[in-house]
């Protein structure tokens, strides 16, 4: 980041991982959320009470924010939203030189992906028309943004239990409780449950993460 004022605009901040991180590294950051529980929990996780933090609640599409920005971050929060309306907002908001970085995370293959991926979640996904799609490349065909560069981290292994890795599916679009019936929530989890629980026993996984960021700036059409 090379522009001043180093104030940072985070897209869909969820629970704050990306905006109190860069806390020690910037003077402010603008955390935008529509969903409540999110921007909470933000709160009182590490550093979420930090006063360069401005926790806002809201869609990224309409609430009011106070550019300049020298950085606008999005991780795994731009599938969701209306890139026609955002696109020119994130180009107004930046500085001259500033960036916007897209940051994404993959976790590495496991035994059961087979069985996940092609019956339980096509059975209970609300998107049932999402065709896959790289979200970089969609966007640079859209004239929407222009990639500068890329870099993913190295592996990162952690430990998770199993309720936390089913309910990791329900930040995903198709998957997010929001646009779910309490009905077919239910029966999502019960399924992935029981076919991750053959795999390990003890309650236990252990998964390999790998993050990525693609730097670039959002185009003017
Ligand atoms: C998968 S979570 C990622 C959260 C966080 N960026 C991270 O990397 O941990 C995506 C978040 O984007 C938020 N979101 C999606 N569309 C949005 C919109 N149009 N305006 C504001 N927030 C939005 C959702 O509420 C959700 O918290």
């Known amino acids: 980041m090379t522009d001043e004022p180093k104030a940072v605009l985070d897209v869909g901040c969820g629970t704050g991982l990306i905006s109190r991180n860069l806390m020690e590294f910037v003077d402010r950051v603008d955390g935008v959320d529509f969903s409540e529980n999110m921007i909470e929990t933000a709160k009182i996780l590490l550093n979420g009470n930090h006063p360069g933090i401005n926790w806002i609640c809201g869609l990224v599409e309409e609430v009011l924010l106070s550019p300049p920005y020298a950085l606008i971050t999005a991780g ?5 939203m209306d890139w026609e309306v955002v696109f ?15 940051v994404g995370q993959k976790n590495s293959p496991m035994p059961w992906d087979g069985d996940l991926f ?23 065909s ?3 943004f222009h990639k ?40 999502f989890d019960s399924e992935v449950r029981e076919l ?8 236990e996984m252990e998964l390999q993460s790998v993050g990525k960021v693609v730097w670039g700036n959002p185009t003017t059409k």
Not at 76 to 80: D, M, V
Not at 90 to 101: H, P, Q, S, V
Not at 119 to 135: E, G
């Open 118 to 140: 092609k019956k339980i979640i096509p059975t209970y996904a609300t998107n049932q028309d999402f065709v896959p799609y790289n979200l970089v490349e969609e966007l640079e």
């Open 196 to 203: 991750v629980s053959k795999y390990c026993p003890e309650g």
């Open 148 to 187: 500068n560069g890329e870099k993913s981290a190295k592996p990162v292994s952690f430990q998770q239990i199993i309720e936390d890795y089913v309910e990791s599916f329900h930040s995903m679009n198709g998957f997010s409780r929001e646009r779910m019936t309490e009905e077919a929530a239910h029966g």
């Open 142 to 144: 859209r004239n929407l």
């Open 88 to 102: 020119p907002r994130f180009r107004e908001c930046l500085t001259r030189n500033g960036y916007m970085a897209i």
């Open 76 to 80: 795994e929060s731009l599938h969701w």
